[in-house]
């Protein structure tokens, strides 16, 4: 591989760059059949429509306010390991911690249950807050999304999708208007079965507003050769065996890749401390500017860590990071969430080495399938290390007792607030 091609001597570290050994321990969801279960939580939430299937299955549509509840976590839990299009943003692990430190506005979870004699079965959650149309205008359901969490896929049972998109419509069409006019769904994946029968369903209703898509950077499996053979030009490589080389020439170099948890904790400050010393601690915008972004931090990898569903890469040369990547997520599905690197080093392509390590390291997993950069369309660095693409793009939904017009007030009203924010934020950076 790249990262281990110099001669042996060269790297002052017995293991190598790129064959270090960390502990590897396999994610284990709990996964009990929810038709065991006997308390059926749903009378403890906000309950908005039910009806019966042909089957004679009751389908209840309600908010839940209290996500911690232990019974439904268990739900939550067994949809996590059954859904399509895997989102960790929407995990209980994460949302708490979410819903705790950074969400402006009071996080509903939005779910459709199925209610049969042997049980409750939880078949579609997403995090939504209570948004208005204008001050004083509609609500609407908005799934939630923030500059942390840019994927808003729900979490979907894989096993029967075109069935619970059919019965949550129904739920859908139900619903009073007081309840709400609509729901709005930002970053959402094109192509997985959940989009296919979310916007057959919609168009049969005339009902759906397209808006904000794009592609980002991704990165699907390589086969059998590593990542950077397949993906990095021979002229690209041998740049990065020269400054690999230069840096050996510095000190001891090694790259660490934490899992356990308080391995991640220490990695996670180290990560801090870089990304506040580079642009985004000048531009206010790093997670330790803000209390609460970095208690929110904190919280999040060691949740995740302890599900084993974070792990930190750190670039050391000396014992000292001076590059830094958290990645999240398990089941082979993953999201590059955050990198950061010393700015000293900026000459050394450190940042760089450390990705194309990281992408050695995960493609060569034997169960990875995916990883998601939820980078910007136009992030130059991410379009170049991460070939494929991910297409995602903004749905509003107008709901049956609501206005034709419903989802172009929504998306304009969307359209309108994404503006004003990006002129407040560049009044900031002045």
Excluded at 92 to 106: C, G, N, V
Excluded at 279 to 302: E, Y
Aim: charged share 25%; hydrophobic share 40%.
């Amino acid at each position: 591989m790249l990262l281990s091609s110099l001669p042996e001597g060269q790297v002052n570290q017995p293991a190598g760059l790129h064959n270090m050994t960390t502990k590897q321990t396999k994610n284990s969801l709990p996964l009990k059949s929810l038709r065991q279960q006997t308390q059926d939580w749903s009378h403890y939430t906000n309950i908005l429509s039910e009806h019966v299937d042909l089957e004679g299955s009751t389908w209840c549509l309600g908010l839940i306010t209290d996500l911690n509840m232990m019974t439904f976590q268990h739900s939550w839990n067994d949809l996590v390991a059954n859904s399509e299009h895997r989102n960790v943003f929407f995990e209980p692990e994460f949302l708490s911690q979410s819903a705790k430190w950074i969400a402006r506005r009071e996080i509903k979870g939005l779910y459709l249950a199925e209610r049969m004699p042997t049980g409750i079965e939880l078949r579609f959650f997403t995090p939504v807050t209570i948004e208005r149309t204008g001050k004083i205008g509609p609500k609407f359901f908005r799934v939630w999304s923030s500059e942390f969490t840019p994927l808003g896929q729900p979490l979907i049972d894989k096993r029967d999708v075109d069935r619970i998109v059919e019965e949550l419509f129904k739920a859908f069409d139900q619903l009073p208007a007081s309840q709400a006019h609509g729901i709005l769904i930002n970053s959402l994946p094109v192509g997985t079965q959940f989009y296919s029968a979310f916007t057959k369903a919609g168009d049969e209703r005339k009902r759906l507003q397209f808006f904000n898509q794009f592609e980002r950077a991704a990165m699907h499996p390589v086969g059998k050769k590593t990542y950077d053979m397949t993906h990095l030009s021979g002229k690209r490589r041998q740049r990065f065996r020269v400054a690999l080389s230069r840096l050996i020439e510095l000190g001891d170099v090694a790259v660490e890749e934490a899992t356990d948890v308080q391995d991640i904790e220490i990695g996670m400050l180290d990560f801090l401390y870089l990304e506040k010393r580079g642009w985004k601690g000048r531009r206010h915008t790093a997670l330790a500017n803000n209390n609460s972004t970095r208690q929110f931090a904190m919280d999040m990898i060691r949740s995740l860590g302890m599900k084993k569903k974070c792990r930190i890469f750190s670039f050391k040369l000396d014992g000292n990071t001076i590059a830094s990547m958290i990645v999240l997520g398990s089941a082979g599905r993953y999201v590059a969430w955050k990198i950061a690197y010393d700015e000293h080093y900026a000459n050394h392509s450190v940042g760089n080495l450390l990705l194309v390590d990281a992408n050695n390291r995960l493609t060569g997993e034997p169960d990875f399938e995916f990883l998601d950069s939820v980078a910007v369309p136009d992030n130059e660095n991410a379009n170049r290390f991460w070939p494929d693409r991910l297409k995602v793009c903004s749905v509003a939904l107008g709901f049956a007792k609501s206005s034709p017009q419903m989802p172009l007030y929504i998306a304009r009203n969307l359209s309108i607030y994404g503006i004003l924010k990006r002129k407040a934020r560049k009044m900031l950076k002045r």
